[in-house]
């Protein structure tokens, strides 16, 4: 973390010292909104950087940008997702595969893919600041990635909690709702689930409630209950689920989306995927897409791709050769290539 957050560390610390029998709450909040600040500094400065870069270049309309947000604390069984970010990092530039995407774009020219860092998400809550807060500290990272145009945010989990403040921060950003594509095994839609309104099983609900989603659609469900149906039908959720998906798979390799509203938001859990090709997850649900069945929804969709996560990594559940950060890098490469223009 830089100096200026670990001040704000430090802080914390002499205020919670022997030396001090009580602390007020003005003090505590005053040392957590120094934390704050210095965070969100660190995400202005580096976003201004690229964004100085990509335009001083000069030819892109669109350039994505990858944002860490290391959180894992919403999740209902493991938090082995919050060391995702710096695995698939290391996966994108390990040097065992060429950095050209399928579709010929090159992920060493700054106009297609840049980084700003991670969210400090552990420093943050370690200062005490609470989820509210931190979820707000997110949608307000992401915000400061696209002012600095042709900036756009792919965002690396993390568990499935943080796509809450990343897609209301982008449509709150452009000025109204999105077109979601979301590929999971579970619809995280359950209102609260237990008792946790920022779940990564929940993330979806608040989407749909905040308006922040025109569509969404939910593509390889096969991990669903009765909740998890009701709730797609209150939200008018487009639900596609694998015991389908062979009748399902001409509409689903031909989508456009984004028309009338600000553009398309993908968000990818790995657990889509059936564990056969990626076993580093949380939640092994089998019976998923293939690889390939996700890159032909991706590739063939049409829609401007305002914004992207890749969530649920679990690095702690990954083989010994890595193969699930493999799988997550090239989900990564794909969709950078997708949204960059």
């Not at 695995?87 to 995407?101: F, L, P, V």
């Not at 929804?297 to 702690?316: R, Y």
């Amino acid at each position: 973390m830089s100096k200026i957050g670990q001040r704000g560390i430090h802080y914390l610390q002499r205020l919670n010292s022997a030396s001090f029998t009580t602390v007020s709450a003005s003090s505590i909040e005053k040392g957590q909104n120094r934390v704050i600040d210095a965070s969100l500094t660190l995400i202005r400065e580096r976003a201004k950087l690229k964004g100085e870069l990509v335009r001083l270049l000069g030819g892109a309309k669109a350039s994505t940008s990858l944002l860490g947000v290391p959180l894992g604390h919403n999740s209902s069984f493991l938090q082995g997702p919050a060391f995702a970010p710096p695995r698939i990092r290391e996966a994108i530039w390990c040097g065992s595969t060429n950095s050209s995407t399928e579709e010929g774009k090159e992920l060493k020219d700054p106009r297609v893919l840049t980084d700003v860092g991670d969210v400090p998400v552990q420093e943050i809550r370690d200062s005490g600041v609470d989820d509210d807060r931190l979820m707000n500290v997110i949608s307000e990272s992401v915000k400061l990635v696209m002012e600095e145009e042709p900036l756009r945010p792919l965002v690396l989990g993390g568990d499935h909690s943080i796509s809450y403040p990343v897609i209301r921060a982008v449509s709150e950003k452009l000025g109204g709702p999105v077109d979601v594509l979301h590929l999971d095994a579970h619809p995280d839609i359950y209102d609260c689930f237990e008792g946790n309104k920022y779940s990564h099983a929940s993330s979806f609900a608040r989407i749909m409630e905040g308006g922040h989603a025109r569509r969404l659609l939910q593509v390889g469900i096969r991990s669903i209950n009765k909740e998890g149906r009701e709730q797609g039908k209150r939200f008018g959720v487009e639900q596609y689920e694998m015991r389908t998906f062979s009748r399902d798979r001409e509409v689903l390799e031909n989508l456009k989306l984004g028309e009338g509203v600000k553009g398309v938001y993908i968000s990818i859990d790995v657990d889509c995927l059936d564990p056969a090709f990626a076993p580093g997850v949380s939640h092994i649900e089998p019976g998923g897409l293939s690889f390939r069945d996700v890159l032909n929804i991706l590739h063939n969709l049409q829609g401007d791709v305002v914004g992207a996560d890749v969530v649920e990594f679990n690095p702690q559940r990954d083989t010994v050769d890595g193969m699930t950060a493999m799988v997550a890098a090239k989900l990564v490469r794909e969709l950078a290539a997708k949204i960059s223009k």
